[in-house]
T-cell receptor
Framework: DAGVTQSPTHLIKTRGQQVTLRCSPK?????VSWYQQALGQGPQFIFQ???????QRGNFPDRFSGHQFPNYSSELNVNALLLGDSALYLC?????????????FGPGTRLTVL | GEDVEQSLFLSVREGDSSVINCTYT??????LYWYKQEPGAGLQLLTY?????DMKQDQRLTVLLNKKDKHLSLRIADTQTGDSAIYFC??????????FGSGTRLLVRP
């Protein structure tokens, strides 16, 4: 079992550009959540996808959007990048059995915006 | 509101016990979690406790929960240098998301 995988590992972009990050959930999982972890901070919830729809969203602007595919993998898109978007982006997967499903985290994608 | 607070830093000597503390605000949380993050890595779930429990022990780890005071602690017995990392507590609140503290950096001195 490969666990949760994310790509790319690292990414450098410039302000105003757009970026797409990818996540493959742990085998058997159907729910994907995305978190942003700024340097020195704890992860902040961006949104969660289940059954190919955004089920819950955190306090992030519309520049942050996502998608879940029929195979449960997911993408996080960020438009009009700002310097403040530089962070580690973590994907977590779980099996939807209730609101307290255990979430397994991937290694993250480190995004640097110059 | 949603807020999870942790002390920033803890330094212990190898072989001693470490105690990392956390306070949370959402009394409707079902589970409370402890995650470990090593440099450059994602989050590893260490242990969790159901909100109607007071204590949970898992090998070297002991979690204590005081629901009245909304206080959670993680005790690591016989702390090793490999335990040096950042430790996050998290609550699941009343929603699907996890709410994390800012993390406690544990440094284990040889």
């Amino acid at each position: 079992d490969a666990g949760v995988t994310q790509s790319p590992t690292h990414l450098i972009k410039t302000r105003g550009q757009q970026v797409t990050l990818r996540c493959s959930p742990k085998s058997g999982h159907d729910t994907v959540s995305w978190y942003q972890q700024a340097l020195g901070q704890g992860p902040q919830f961006i949104f969660q996808y289940y059954e190919e729809e955004e089920r819950q969203r955190g306090n992030f602007p519309d520049r942050f959007s996502g998608h879940q595919f029929p195979n449960y993998s997911s993408e996080l898109n960020v438009n009009a990048l700002l310097l403040g978007d530089s962070a580690l982006y973590l994907c977590a997967s779980s099996l939807n059995q209730g609101a307290d499903d255990e979430q397994f985290f991937g290694p993250g994608t480190r995004l640097t915006v110059l | 509101g949603e807020d999870v607070e942790q002390s920033l830093f803890l330094s212990v000597r190898e072989g001693d016990s470490s105690v990392i503390n956390c306070t949370y605000t959402d009394s409707s949380s079902t589970y409370l979690y402890w995650y470990k993050q090593e440099p450059g890595a994602g989050l590893q779930l260490l242990t969790y406790i159901f909100s109607n429990m007071d204590m949970k022990q898992d090998q070297r780890l002991t979690v204590l929960l005081n629901k009245k005071d909304k206080h959670l602690s993680l005790r690591i017995a016989d702390t090793q240098t490999g335990d040096s990392a950042i430790y996050f507590c998290a609550e699941d609140g009343s929603s699907y998301k996890l709410i994390f503290g800012s993390g406690t950096r544990l440094l284990v001195r040889p």
